[in-house]
C-alpha cells in the first residue's frame, strides 16, 4: 500500500516555466487537497477536492491550477511560474466519513530562479 | 472562520524534561483536533487525535486533551527523547460534512538534547 505519492521530490524552475506536480494515491479516498509550506507559516491549503470532478480553491490559489478527473490523482500545476512560488508543496488524501484526518505524501522541494 | 494559534518556537529541552506545546483554536461547532508531527526531510504524519469535547488523544507517550471551555488542545508529554526532535503542528477540521478542510497552527520546533 503505497498511500499518497508525490513526484518529483525536487524541482528548479525558471520564472516564467510551468510544471506540474503530480499526486497519486491508492487508498480510494475521495477528499485530496494541496498545501504549501514556508518557513513561519505553517502549512496554507491551495486548492482541494472532494472528488473526482469537483475542485475548489482553498487559501492561496493564485498561480496555481488543478483538475480531479479520477479519484486517484489530483494534480497541480503551475502555470507562470514565479520566485514568491518556492515552497516545500504537500499532497494529502483522506476518506469523506473517516475521523483520522488527512494523509500526507513525502512533499515536493520547488524553487524558482 | 477556523483558525488555530499554537505556541512559537523553537522549543530546546534535554532529554528526559517534560514538553508542553500550547495550542488554542477558533472555530463554530464542534471541530476534531489534531496533532501532526514532521521529522527532518518527511511529510507529516498524524500524531494523535480527539474528535470531542474531554477526549483525550495519546500515541508514543504524547498526550492531549480536549478541553471545549478553554477551546485548547495542548500537547505534552513526561519524557522526551532525543528522537522526538521535529516539527509539531496542532491542526482542525470542522465535523461532519465539512470535513474536508483542515486548518494548521504555524508549527513548532522541538528540539531535543542528549
Known amino acids: 500500500n503505497a498511500g499518497v505519492t508525490q513526484t518529483p521530490k525536487f524541482q528548479v524552475l525558471k520564472t516564467g516555466q510551468s510544471m506540474t506536480l503530480q499526486c497519486a494515491q491508492d487508498?480510494?479516498?475521495?477528499?485530496m487537497s494541496w498545501y504549501r509550506q514556508d518557513p513561519g507559516m505553517g502549512l496554507r491549503l491551495i486548492h482541494y477536492?472532494?472528488?473526482?470532478?469537483?475542485?475548489d480553491q482553498g487559501e492561496v490559489p493564485n498561480g496555481y491550477n488543478v483538475s480531479r478527473s479520477t479519484t486517484e490523482d489530483f494534480p497541480l500545476r503551475l502555470l507562470s511560474a514565479a520566485p514568491s512560488q518556492t515552497s516545500v508543496y504537500f499532497c494529502?488524501?483522506?476518506?469523506?466519513?473517516?475521523?483520522?484526518?488527512?494523509?500526507f505524501g513525502s512533499g515536493t522541494r520547488l524553487t524558482v530562479v | 472562520g477556523n483558525s488555530v494559534t499554537q505556541m512559537e518556537g523553537p522549543v530546546t529541552l534535554s532529554e528526559e524534561a517534560f514538553l508542553t506545546i500550547n495550542c488554542t483554536y477558533t472555530?463554530?461547532?464542534?471541530?476534531?483536533l489534531f496533532w501532526y508531527v514532521q521529522y527532518p526531510g518527511e511529510g507529516l504524519q498524524l500524531l494523535l487525535k480527539?474528535?470531542?469535547?474531554?477526549d483525550k488523544g495519546s500515541n508514543k507517550g504524547f498526550e492531549a486533551t480536549y478541553r471545549k471551555e478553554t477551546t485548547s488542545f495542548h500537547l505534552e508529554k513526561g519524557s522526551v527523547q532525543v528522537s522526538d526532535s521535529a516539527v509539531y503542528f496542532c491542526?482542525?477540521?470542522?465535523?461532519?460534512?465539512?470535513?474536508?478542510?483542515?486548518?494548521f497552527g504555524k508549527g513548532t520546533l522541538l528540539t531535543v538534547n542528549p
Open positions: 494529502a488524501s483522506k476518506r469523506r466519513d473517516s475521523d483520522y484526518g488527512y494523509t
Open positions: 487508498m480510494n479516498h475521495e477528499y
Open positions: 477536492s472532494v472528488g473526482a470532478g469537483i475542485t
Open positions: 472555530a463554530t461547532g464542534y471541530p476534531s
Open positions: 480527539a474528535t470531542k469535547a474531554d
Open positions: 491542526a482542525l477540521t470542522n465535523s461532519g460534512g465539512s470535513n474536508y478542510k483542515l486548518t
